[in-house]
């Protein structure tokens, strides 16, 4: 579960990229001044993209920061409103507003993926189930009359070490770890590289 959950979160940061990326390609087909204003607000957009992955975000700044995205997406829909009002025979319009409603689904999978977890009862089972293995193996252990602990201690360590493993993985915005947000890094820098 911990690893399918790890594999959601990266492919909707790949997924996620790719949407804003393409919304800002089809921006710079849009006239003036709204492709330049799209534009900027996309730019916003990454960045609160970025800046929330750079450290542990509490719930309330992951709060902060979806509301925000959430005002940016707004502020992108009514420039799409306005654009589909003036003119709604318009291609660009119509392939921009099309890239905006993928970029504002990819943001909901990317959330949903982020707050995706194992749930506690499946850890707590997991840490059960450790706890009495190793408690059969050390009084297996003891009815042989062995005095032999380097097994019963690897195993113990082995037991641990999957379980931090499982649990790392499980964190998404902290531990060792984490998804790699260099789409997001390439995206950023390509929409920064836009002459407006």
Same mark, same amino acid.
């Given at each position: 579960m911990a690893q399918s959950r790890f594999e959601m979160r990266r492919a909707a940061v790949l997924n996620e990229a790719n949407a804003i990326g393409t919304a800002a390609l089809r921006a710079r087909l849009l006239p003036a001044p709204h492709n330049a204003d799209v534009i900027k607000l996309l730019k916003d957009y990454v960045q609160i993209r970025l800046d929330i992955t750079r450290s542990a975000p509490s719930a309330a700044d992951l709060k902060a920061a979806t509301a925000r995205s959430n005002e940016i997406e707004e502020a992108?829909?009514?420039?799409?409103?306005?654009?589909?009002?003036?003119?709604?025979?318009?291609? =660009?319009?119509?392939?921009?507003?099309?890239?905006?409603?993928?970029?504002i689904d990819n943001q909901e999978k990317r959330l949903a993926a982020f707050r995706?977890?194992? =749930?506690?009862?499946?850890?707590?089972?997991?840490?059960?189930?450790?706890?009495?293995?190793?408690?059969?193996?050390?009084?297996?252990?003891?009815?042989?009359?062995?005095?032999?602990?380097?097994?019963?201690?690897?195993?113990?360590?082995?037991?641990?070490?999957?379980?931090?493993?499982?649990?790392?993985?499980?964190? =998404?915005?902290?531990?060792?770890?984490?998804?790699?947000?260099? =789409?997001?890094?390439?995206?950023?820098?390509?929409?920064?590289?836009?002459?407006?």
């Open positions: 992108l829909w009514r420039q799409a409103m306005a654009l589909a009002t003036a003119n709604n025979a318009m291609v =660009p319009t119509g392939l921009f507003i099309q890239a905006l409603n993928d970029m995706g977890r194992v =749930p506690d009862v499946v850890l707590v089972a997991l840490y059960a189930v450790a706890l009495v293995a190793t408690a059969i193996a050390g009084y297996a252990k003891g009815l042989h009359g062995r005095r032999v602990k380097l097994p019963t201690y690897l195993m113990g360590l082995l037991i641990a070490g999957v379980m931090l493993l499982i649990q790392d993985l499980d964190r =998404p915005s902290s531990g060792f770890i984490r998804v790699s947000q260099q =789409p997001m890094l390439d995206t950023a820098a390509a929409i920064a590289g836009y002459v407006q």
